[in-house]
């Protein structure tokens, strides 16, 4: 359910902090040698990955642009992946918009396990059967399948996931 007309965008502490390490980390990792081919951009342009002029801003008429948390990443200055960070507290269905990155990696041509998701928060918690619940765990199903995702990871899976992640982009792009 969408918000109701007039509600301001907000954010908690924590799903701040969740955004704020994952990007760190990710940042620290880029600056590695290894990965020197790897940039970011931090948000890009609706219309331009689709070919149009028809999306706009409310409020200004403007290019309505995307700013995923992990940016686009790029390899050689070719966009080859996107990331974002999902920070969650109830059984909604508001992580379900990350699937507009998987429709985006197709529209730029890139493999949708190249859209790098962070999952976290309480609505990822498992239940006693170790399962998923609700709108939170269809969405975990449907990246695990499609895309990269790490649910609720901590500090040292984070590092090994993303590491994991590009190397694997690289891999692919050297063959």
Same mark, same amino acid.
């Given at each position: 359910?969408?918000?109701?007309?007039?509600?301001?965008?907000?954010?908690?502490?924590?799903?701040?902090?969740?955004?704020?390490?994952?990007?760190?980390?990710?940042?620290?990792?880029?600056?590695?040698?290894?990965?020197?081919?790897?940039?970011?951009?931090?948000?890009?342009?609706?219309?331009? +990955?689709?070919?149009?002029?028809?999306?706009?801003?409310?409020?200004?008429?403007?290019?309505?642009?995307?700013?995923?948390?992990?940016?686009?990443?790029?390899?050689?200055? +070719?966009?080859?992946?996107?990331?974002?960070?999902?920070?969650?507290?109830?059984?909604?269905?508001?992580?379900?918009?990350?699937?507009?990155?998987?429709?985006?990696?197709?529209?730029?041509?890139?493999?949708?396990?190249?859209?790098?998701?962070?999952?976290?928060?309480?609505?990822?918690?498992?239940?006693?059967?170790?399962?998923?619940?609700?709108?939170?765990?269809?969405?975990?199903?449907?990246?695990?399948?499609?895309?990269?995702?790490?649910?609720?990871?901590?500090?040292?899976?984070?590092?090994?996931? +993303?590491?994991?992640?590009?190397?694997?982009?690289?891999?692919?792009?050297?063959?």
């Amino acid at each position: 359910m969408a918000a109701r007309k007039g509600t301001k965008a907000f954010t908690t502490t924590e799903s701040k902090e969740s955004e704020k390490r994952s990007i760190r980390i990710f940042n620290e990792i880029l600056s590695e040698p290894e990965y020197s081919r790897f940039s970011t951009e931090m948000s890009y342009s609706m219309n331009e +990955i689709y070919g149009t002029d028809l999306s706009v801003t409310k409020v200004h008429g403007a290019d309505c642009i995307t700013e995923p948390d992990l940016g686009l990443l790029m390899l050689d200055g +070719i966009p080859i992946g996107v990331g974002d960070n999902k920070y969650q507290t109830k059984f909604a269905n508001a992580c379900e918009r990350i699937n507009l990155y998987t429709v985006d990696a197709q529209a730029m041509g890139f493999n949708q396990k190249n859209v790098l998701i962070v999952f976290d928060g309480p609505a990822f918690n498992k239940n006693k059967e170790g399962k998923y619940m609700s709108a939170p765990g269809k969405q975990v199903v449907r990246s695990k399948r499609f895309n990269t995702c790490l649910v609720q990871p901590t500090e040292k899976e984070l590092y090994i996931g +993303i590491r994991g992640y590009l190397d694997r982009i690289l891999r692919e792009e050297s063959t």
